[in-house]
């Protein structure tokens, strides 16, 4: 007797597993956090870093010429190789190599941004079961991927008194023999902070005693405005540690949404020799830039003025003075200077006021009281803090002051 069949209005699939992940960032953006309707105050944004025209980032002239260029000669509107075309990668070898560290064009790998870079460097130097030690606070899209692989992610302590540098002993005792990778971001999102020379060799030299490869993520490169704490990439640092470095258009060229990145993988040693090859592998199973923005890569990278770069930072620095000053008048919270990247860390008093729980209800009570929009610190692995951009014009932070000083006062104790 054949079994009679339930109807499909009778089941369900049952979705795999590794696909019920979340990340934090975009969950709280999409999901959690819904702007108030009909607030009688305009939207205050500091959620997105996102340096746009709107928030006073005009582009070069040569980034929209160089892609009308493109568009126009109607050469680049085909497949192109998975890890990008020689023209693209080796105008970002060109751009990044130095004479005491050459990049080798076959070493580069375009990606769909540096989230797709990073989606690629975890896949290939982690298994399923093994551990990446990964900075708290830092940015979280290592968590819904890490999931998704069936990789562990363990936190090392960051420390916000000392400009966000890294806890070296918290970081060692994370050690094991399933530690396959370190990941670093900095310039840091959300810290706003970059790290110095002198620190960044004590990392190294950590990896270096335990034989861990180190994955940065360098997105926000160049953008300090620190001069004692003028940006390096790690790449650039050792001839030891193995050191694949990621990055992208997207942030100091105020292209976020071109979503063109790239791996720059540095050899030390030949201990990525079959790393490369499975690199170049995995590659082709993930999406790449557009071919026509990788197309007008090179033009970009070889033409825009460094007056674009030295602008950004000015900007930048006056928006952190700006947050800096207008926010450290306001009871209840404390903010970390920002010297760096587009961001700063506000922390806290959760005792200082009176029916606010954590950090994620202060941001939904602010959101719907004063419609202004920040994220909470447990996006990025914190607690009792909230991330700010600072890419935006001085006068919107100092009305975010006023209104966050008003918000604060109502709910002090």
Same mark, same amino acid.
């Given at each position: 007797?054949?079994?009679?069949?339930?109807?499909?209005?009778?089941?369900?699939?049952?979705?795999?597993?590794?696909?019920?992940?979340?990340?934090?960032?975009?969950?709280?953006?999409?999901?959690?956090?819904?702007?108030?309707?009909?607030?009688?105050?305009?939207?205050?944004?500091?959620?997105?870093?996102?340096?746009?025209?709107?928030?006073?980032?005009?582009?070069?002239?040569?980034?929209?010429?160089?892609?009308?260029?493109?568009?126009?000669?109607?050469?680049?509107?085909?497949?192109?190789?998975?890890?990008?075309?020689?023209?693209?990668?080796?105008?970002?070898?060109?751009?990044?190599?130095?004479?005491?560290?050459?990049?080798?064009?076959?070493?580069?790998?375009?990606?769909?941004?540096?989230?797709?870079?990073?989606?690629?460097?975890?896949?290939?130097?982690?298994?399923?079961?093994?551990?990446?030690?990964?900075a708290r606070p830092g940015f979280p899209l290592c968590q819904p991927i890490c999931e998704n692989l069936g990789v562990v992610y363990k936190h090392y302590d960051l420390i916000p008194d000392k400009q966000w540098e890294v806890d070296l002993d918290n970081l060692r005792s994370?050690?094991?023999?399933?530690?396959?990778?370190?990941?670093?971001?900095?310039?840091?999102?959300?810290?706003?902070?970059?790290?110095?020379?002198?620190?960044?060799?004590?990392?190294?030299?950590?990896?270096?005693?335990?034989?861990?490869?180190?994955?940065?993520?360098?997105?926000?490169?160049?953008?300090?405005?620190?001069?004692?704490?003028?940006?390096?990439?790690?790449?650039?640092?050792?001839?030891?540690?193995?050191?694949?470095?990621?990055?992208?258009?997207?942030?100091?060229?105020?292209?976020?949404?071109?979503?063109?990145?790239?791996?720059?993988?540095?050899?030390?040693?030949?201990?990525?020799?079959?790393?490369?090859?499975?690199?170049?592998?995995?590659?082709?199973?993930?999406?790449?830039?557009?071919?026509?923005?990788?197309?007008?890569?090179?033009? $970009? *990278? #070889? +033409?825009?003025?460094?007056?674009? /770069?030295?602008?950004?930072?000015?900007?930048? &620095?006056?928006?952190?003075?700006?947050?800096?000053?207008?926010?450290?008048?306001?009871?209840?919270?404390?903010?970390?200077?920002?010297?760096?990247?587009?961001?700063?860390?506000?922390?806290?008093?959760?005792?200082?006021?009176?029916?606010?729980?954590?950090?994620?209800?202060?941001?939904?009570? $602010? *959101? #719907? +009281?004063?419609?202004?929009?920040? /994220?909470?610190?447990?996006?990025?692995?914190? &607690?009792?803090?909230?991330?700010?951009?600072?890419?935006?014009?001085?006068?919107?932070?100092?009305?975010?002051?006023?209104?966050?000083?008003?918000?604060?006062?109502?709910?002090?104790?």
């Amino acid at each position: 007797m054949v079994e009679a069949k339930l109807a499909w209005a009778d089941m369900k699939h049952k979705p795999a597993d590794r696909s019920d992940v979340l990340n934090p960032i975009r969950h709280i953006l999409e999901k959690e956090m819904k702007p108030p309707q009909n607030h009688p105050k305009e939207m205050i944004m500091l959620g997105l870093g996102e340096p746009s025209k709107k928030n006073g980032f005009d582009l070069p002239e040569v980034i929209n010429e160089s892609l009308i260029e493109v568009i126009k000669a109607g050469t680049s509107n085909g497949y192109t190789a998975a890890s990008g075309t020689i023209e693209a990668r080796q105008a970002v070898a060109k751009k990044f190599s130095s004479e005491e560290y050459p990049i080798d064009p076959n070493h580069v790998t375009l990606t769909f941004g540096t989230s797709g870079a990073l989606f690629n460097a975890i896949s290939v130097l982690c298994e399923r079961g093994t551990e990446i030690l990964v900075a708290r606070p830092g940015f979280p899209l290592c968590q819904p991927i890490c999931e998704n692989l069936g990789v562990v992610y363990k936190h090392y302590d960051l420390i916000p008194d000392k400009q966000w540098e890294v806890d070296l002993d918290n970081l060692r005792s994370q050690i094991n023999d399933k530690t396959r990778a370190i990941l670093v971001n900095n310039p840091s999102n959300p810290c706003g902070s970059c790290w110095s020379e002198a620190h960044m060799k004590e990392i190294i030299a950590v990896a270096d005693e335990h034989r861990i490869p180190i994955i940065a993520d360098e997105v926000y490169y160049g953008l300090s405005y620190d001069p004692e704490r003028e940006f390096k990439s790690f790449g650039q640092m050792t001839k030891t540690v193995p050191v694949i470095c990621l990055g992208a258009l997207s942030k100091i060229y105020c292209i976020p949404g071109w979503r063109c990145g790239w791996m720059l993988t540095y050899n030390n040693n030949g201990y990525f020799d079959q790393v490369l090859e499975n690199i170049s592998k995995h590659s082709m199973i993930l999406l790449h830039p557009n071919a026509c923005v990788a197309a007008a890569l090179p033009r $970009i *990278l #070889a +033409e825009v003025p460094e007056s674009h /770069f030295t602008g950004m930072k000015e900007k930048l &620095k006056a928006s952190s003075d700006a947050a800096f000053g207008r926010l450290s008048t306001i009871k209840g919270i404390k903010p970390i200077k920002a010297s760096a990247a587009m961001y700063m860390m506000v922390t806290i008093d959760i005792e200082a006021f009176k029916d606010i729980t954590d950090d994620v209800d202060f941001c939904k009570k $602010i *959101l #719907a +009281e004063q419609n202004c929009f920040t /994220f909470p610190s447990a996006c990025f692995f914190g &607690k009792n803090a909230f991330r700010m951009i600072i890419c935006t014009k001085p006068d919107v932070i100092l009305e975010f002051g006023d209104r966050l000083e008003e918000f604060c006062n109502a709910h002090l104790k």
